[in-house]
Structure formats: C-alpha cells, structure tokens
DNA sequence: CGGAATCCGATGCGATACTG
DNA sequence: CAGTATCGCATCGGATTCCG
C-alpha cells in the first residue's frame, strides 16, 4: 500500500488478501492435512496404508479430510473395482506445488521448536 | 529416511517430524494469528489499531490470540502506564522469521486460489 | 482503552457400530 | 478394505457485560 509501484509484494498479501490465505489455512491448518499431504509426497498410497502411516487418525476424519483435499483439487481418488476394493490416493499437480510452501513451514518449525518451547516455559512459569 | 546422508531433508520433516509442525499450525493455523501477524509486521501496533486493521475480530479472540503469539515468544506485549491506557504490540526476531515461510503460503494461496475454487465448484456440480 | 468473565452456538474430532 | 452413520465430548469463536 505504501509501495508507489504495482509490483506486488508478497509481504502484504497476508494482511491485504487475508481471506484467501485463510482459504488455504482452512485447508491445511486442520489437525490431519499436513500430515496426509506429507505422507503422499512420495506417490500414491491406500486408505489403509494412509492410516497407518499417520497413525493416531480416525478413519472418520482421514476419510473427511480426504474428501476435502480432492475437493479442492489437491488430491486424486481412484477406485479399482477389486475384492477386496483397492481405493489410492494420489497428490495432483497443483497438491504438489502445495508441498514447497509447506516444507518452507515445516522447515522453520523444526528449526525453531525447541525455542518456542522455552519461551512457553518460561511464560508459564511467571 | 530413504536418504543415506544425515542431511536433514525438509521434504520429509511434515510426516516424519508431524507433531513439531502441528505444534506450529496450533498457533499459526487458526482463524486470526497469521493476520494478527501479517499486520504487525510493518512495526508495533496498539490493540485497537490491530482490531481496527484487521476487521471483524472480537476482542476476545484478539486478547487470546495475541496473548498465545507472546506465550510463544512472537510478540511482545508493553504495557504504558497512561490514562487512558496504550499497549503496544510488536513482533520479536522470532516472529519476524516467522514470516518468511508465512509469506510463502499466502503467496501460493493467492497465487492458487481461483484454481480452487473451480475445483471446488465442479466437485460440487456432480 | 484494553481486557477479563460469562454465555452460547458451531464446528472438530474420536469412538463405536454397521455396510458393500 | 474402505468406507458411512451416529453419538458425545472438547474446543473455537462471537456477543455481551463488567472492570481498572
């Protein structure tokens, strides 16, 4: 806003385009789609096998969430009429682009968990 | 995990380091963080500017959230003793780091947002 | 002005049971 | 195996009221 050019810059888009970046946290920002995103980013993978990686994810919300992510378009469903029925779930292309700025986050909450630890302890402890 | 190196791969860290960066999307992934921080980060804001900037917040969520950012060591909270009262947000160099993979995402939010939404769409449409 | 306290509805999520 | 349906709890978040 107090930039005279109309280049746009990345560092106001939070605050001026809040509402679509709250989209994409709607999105991500649950409990579980980081983690199944993160699980596919190697190929498709099975309901059950999602399930297990992950671990500790209710079939209820893994199938929500999935439904969610293919909504969105980040996530294909196949089905291969089998017995027993065989369901992959694969990233798409736009998924896949997801996966930087995502990477990008999990790499500063690596790097700085141990800090934001410390701060909590020491907060709580006033 | 499949890499024979002991580089740390960041593509890995969502689902192999999944709590660490669900610890992060706690605090950044709600509703209003990410704008509380976005709009910090031209420099200290009082409260009522931040309810004011970002619009439509209660000021309950906006105490709440703010007060969560400095538990974590995000913001800094200072407390002038005049009539009426001023207290001054502002980000801390951890928060201000913060901002770099934050700026990420809403860059590929705004970048991504009208492809989701027409998948959004067209899945809605079957 | 900045915030704490309370009430309340909406949503997230897990546990369980059932189905093609 | 991969869901769907239903329940019940916990948390999120808004509106309102009171306070220093």
Chains 1, 2 share one sequence.
Not at 42 to 54: K, M, N, S, T, V
Request: some cysteine.
């Amino acid at each position: 806003m107090e930039d005279g050019k109309g280049a746009p810059n990345p560092c106001d888009r939070v605050s001026s385009e809040g509402p679509k970046v709250r989209e994409v946290l709607d999105r991500v920002g649950d409990k579980w789609s980081l983690l199944i995103i993160g699980t596919l980013q190697h190929g498709p993978r099975r309901f059950g096998e999602l399930r297990q990686a992950i671990g500790g994810i209710s079939q209820r919300m893994l199938t929500l969430n999935l439904r969610h992510l293919e909504r969105d378009g980040l996530v294909t469903r196949s089905v291969y009429a089998e017995v027993p029925p065989r369901v992959e779930y694969e990233l798409t292309r736009l998924g896949r682009t997801l996966l930087e700025p995502v990477f990008a986050l999990a790499a500063w909450a690596t790097a700085n968990y141990s800090e934001i630890e410390a701060n909590r302890r020491t907060f709580d402890a006033r």
